[in-house]
């Protein structure tokens, strides 16, 4: 694991807590090989996957917040 996908999974988490879901509903937090990006998968099928792309200089509380939004757009809260 390299540390961009474990701060994306701390974030993850941290983030559904504050939307007032379960961190359960992620299925796979995943960077590809040789990738600049994660993927957030859910258990729900309907639910689309997130890529996150890794911050050219933006501090983690601006990732926090961008992870946040799409959490909150993929679920309609």
């Given at each position: ?70 959490l909150q757009y993929r679920f309609g809260t």
């Amino acid at each position: 694991m390299t540390q961009f996908e474990d701060r994306i999974r701390r974030m993850a988490r941290e983030a559904m807590a504050e939307i007032g879901r379960d961190e359960s509903e992620i299925s796979d937090i995943v960077e590809p090989p040789g990738a600049d990006y994660c993927v957030i998968s859910f258990n729900d099928p309907d639910i689309k996957p997130i890529e996150v792309s890794k911050p050219l200089g933006a501090g983690e509380s601006q990732e926090q917040d961008e992870l946040r939004r799409a959490l909150q757009y993929r679920f309609g809260t």
